[in-house]
């Protein structure tokens, strides 16, 4: 993996979408794990990332990457403001007031899943 600075720069967002695509279907991550994995704070910056992962290819899930509680706190930044709770669902996740339930259970953690 290639350098990166806690800014919007390409290295950064490179490294966040390579993890957040090797999260399974019917699993979620936080922005927070992801930063941590990455060996950053910047949470704020991956929800960055996530908002201008729309349209890159390959496709990054960013339906997946959810709050620290597992709230869809990004959910205002996809085309439609349902879809990522759709999305969700359709991959087995229940989603109860913008909240993925089971959240400690369907949790991927990137430090303990991936070899980084």
């Not at 085309?79 to 339930?101: F, T």
């Amino acid at each position: 993996m290639s350098k990166f600075t806690e800014n919007k720069s390409p290295d950064f967002f490179f490294l966040v979408y390579e993890i957040v695509r090797c999260i399974p279907r019917g699993r979620v991550s936080s922005y927070g794990a992801i930063a941590k994995a990455i060996g950053s704070k910047a949470s704020r910056q991956v929800g960055m990332a996530m908002n201008f992962s729309h349209g890159v290819q390959p496709p990054v899930p960013a339906h997946r990457v959810v709050n620290r509680i597992g709230v869809l706190t990004g959910k205002h930044h996809f085309s439609d403001p349902g879809a990522m709770q759709r999305q969700l669902e359709e991959e087995g996740i229940r989603v109860v007031n913008d909240k993925v339930q089971n959240f400690e259970q369907v949790f991927w953690d990137p430090l303990k899943e991936i070899n980084l």
